[in-house]
């Protein structure tokens, strides 16, 4: 499964010591382990080995390799708390990259330069190695796994990616030195590369080869009811948090004054749209911004902008109105109507007004806010159309 490493040349920062190690994470893999750490050693980076509570005879392999590093412990806790205490060991001890790869055979160790060559281009990287998904015996479910986790992660980060699952991977350590990970089975391996996107840590795919034993010889760990039912939680409260800060942050640290300028040419001075229709795409961003559907206004006010035949941009624009620093006030707004409309007394400051304390009273949040949100989106509709119709020149407004 190697080639000659003499004909390969690293790069530089590889052949200083410290800067890169190998972290295996393995359970019950005893069969094929041996052939593992025989390949990957033979490129002579040091190893480490998670042995993440075997029962098989996974100790008795790994006496065999002296030069290496173990880590062991009685229970098993699942293949993201190895790879985490793999990783964080190798961080303790300097390494600057961690190249990461399953015990179980199918990754080859002739495709650790892949990962070199890029890395030397684009420093402390995230790199995902990207399976060919029509090798031969790769199982249906692999695919349709993959397929399904790289569409959440390009909605949880704008990146896209061809494979978002593979384990052979490498890690920017000091990169990931502050990043605190609250999961420990198969779903660490996407909570980690959608965190290290937020971090604004580069995460690409280079190709590697992959080998799937016939169905009969597989061994896999991987439970689907139970993982795949961990993942999708996972992926629901990662698709929140991005839409309620990812986006929104990434939103407003993409206003410079040429964006500006190009969004208000585009969209406003030299768009064919008449005034009516921007006025009425920031009136329903808006009022889809405060509607309380927390954490998916921007898709459903872009999808029924689409069906509404609004413009889809603007709309989308004026639903960030409900951007962290506006909550607060637009919680309090809603409440204050709610309580008007109800008939029911105030008794909330507006520093006191969190998610937490409206649910104490939910019917008067949830009627104030259908009701505020009409009010908000119709009066910045009408602000918006007078603004236009003063400084919009009126061959623009054709429509």
């Not at 590889?14 to 094929?32: S, W």
């Not at 890690?171 to 965190?195: A, D, G, R, S």
């Not at 004054?257 to 009516?276: A, L």
Request: with cysteine; hydrophobic share 45%; charged share 15%.
């Amino acid at each position: 499964m190697v080639t000659d490493t003499t004909t390969y040349t690293f790069p530089e920062f590889c052949r200083q010591e410290g800067q890169l190690a190998i972290v295996i994470p393995t359970y019950n893999n005893a069969t094929t382990l041996g052939q593992v750490l025989t390949d990957v050693l033979t490129w002579s980076f040091p190893v480490i080995v998670v042995n993440d509570g075997s029962t098989d005879h996974t100790a008795d392999v790994l006496k065999e390799f002296s030069g290496i590093r173990v880590i062991s412990y009685p229970r098993n806790r699942g293949k993201g708390y190895a790879l985490n205490i793999g990783l964080k060991a190798a961080m303790e001890s300097g390494y600057r990259y961690a190249i990461t790869l399953d015990s179980d055979g199918q990754h080859y160790a002739d495709d650790i330069p892949v990962f070199l060559r890029e890395i030397a281009l684009y420093p402390d990287s995230l790199l995902i190695g990207a399976r060919n998904l029509a090798s031969d015996n790769m199982p249906g479910k692999n695919t349709f796994a993959n397929k399904f986790s790289n569409f959440w992660f390009t909605l949880e980060t704008g990146i896209r990616l061809a494979d978002t699952q593979s384990g052979y991977r490498l890690y920017p350590l000091n990169k990931l030195k502050n990043m605190h990970l609250f999961t420990t089975k198969y779903e660490y391996e996407l909570e980690i590369i959608v965190q290290a996107a937020w971090k604004n840590i580069r995460v690409a795919n280079v190709p590697v080869k992959v080998y799937y034993p016939p169905a009969g010889e597989r061994v896999s760990h991987f439970r689907p009811l139970q993982d795949f039912t961990r993942i999708s939680l996972l992926n629901s409260v990662l698709v929140t948090i991005a839409l309620l800060w990812f986006w929104p942050w990434k939103c407003v640290r993409s206003i410079t004054k040429e964006n500006v300028k190009t969004f208000i040419s585009r969209h406003i001075t030299h768009s064919p749209e008449s005034n009516m229709q921007i006025a009425l795409a920031v009136m329903f961003g808006v009022f889809m911004g405060i509607v309380p559907v927390w954490g998916y206004q921007m898709i459903i006010a872009g999808v029924l902008a689409h069906f509404m035949g609004l413009n889809k941009v603007i709309t989308i624009v004026a639903s960030n109105i409900s951007i962290p620093p506006m909550i607060p006030f637009l919680l309090f707004g809603s409440y204050v109507t709610g309580g008007w409309i109800l008939g029911r007394p105030v008794t909330l400051a507006v520093h006191e007004v969190t998610f937490e304390t409206m649910k104490d009273s939910f019917l008067q949040y949830l009627a104030g806010s259908m009701v505020f949100a009409v009010i908000c989106g119709g009066l910045a509709g009408f602000v918006c159309l007078i603004l236009l119709s003063i400084f919009r020149k009126p061959e623009r407004s054709a429509g």
